[in-house]
């Protein structure tokens, strides 16, 4: 069915929420591993950020790296990166979330919505429309997308604050699964994107629906 407006706008606000702004980075769990990883972790391979469903350059899964699991999904968590706190994924309405606490900074969030676009274009408009507020706003890229087989819409945008500082870049694929729409989330400093792709890169192929 079709995104209802308000609700559109409030699915589409909660997902494009910046997590980078949490304050002394309270947003992570202690050093440790937590209960749901398995596996040993290994550095993050570089890569590039694909901008194309046809690009081959992503990264083979690493089997070594520990996974992060829900009822609905799992992904893997790159060498250097932790989970969120339970509170802070529970204030910005995220079912998932990790990152990586020390420079370069960067953060991984997940958030599930019950309401599905009408076809990608509903879907594309409705994100659009409400990234376009963000303060300095920068599409840098709109193109398709897949993730785990399954076909979507990616956006890489840059946006500051009222001044024109503390630039972010976010990159965000919007993929409808079973019926629910998933928001996958990349959110780094603008000056330490190239610093993040292969970590990026590493999740996403790693993405796995249930």
């Not at 990166?81 to 969030?109: E, Y």
């Not at 429309?129 to 993730?147: I, Q, R």
């Not at 087989?149 to 630039?167: H, R, T, W």
Request: aromatic share 10%; glycine share 8%; no cysteine.
């Amino acid at each position: 069915m079709r995104f209802p407006k308000s609700k559109s706008r409030v699915v589409a606000a909660a997902a494009v929420a910046v997590l980078l702004a949490v304050g002394g980075w309270q947003a992570f769990k202690p050093s440790g591993k937590p209960a749901q990883n398995t596996g040993e972790q290994k550095p993050g391979q570089s890569g590039q950020v694909q901008t194309s469903p046809s690009s081959s350059s992503q990264p083979a899964v690493n089997s070594s790296l520990p996974y992060i699991e829900t009822a609905g999904f799992k992904y893997q968590e790159p060498s250097g990166w932790a989970q969120m706190s339970q509170k802070v994924l529970d204030s910005s309405g995220a079912a998932s979330g990790i990152a990586r606490p020390t420079a370069p900074a960067a953060t991984f969030t997940l958030k599930v919505s019950e309401a599905t676009p009408k076809d990608d274009n509903d879907l594309k408009n409705s994100i659009l429309d409400e990234l376009k507020k963000f303060s300095h706003f920068e599409l840098k890229s709109a193109s398709e997308t897949k993730v785990d087989g399954e076909g979507g819409q990616k956006f890489v945008y840059n946006f500051s604050d009222k001044n024109g500082d503390n630039k972010v870049t976010q990159q965000m694929s919007v993929i409808v699964n079973k019926n629910k729409t998933y928001f996958l989330l990349f959110s780094s400093a603008a000056a330490d994107l190239d610093k993040q792709t292969g970590d990026f890169a590493q999740i996403l192929a790693s993405f796995h629906f249930k």
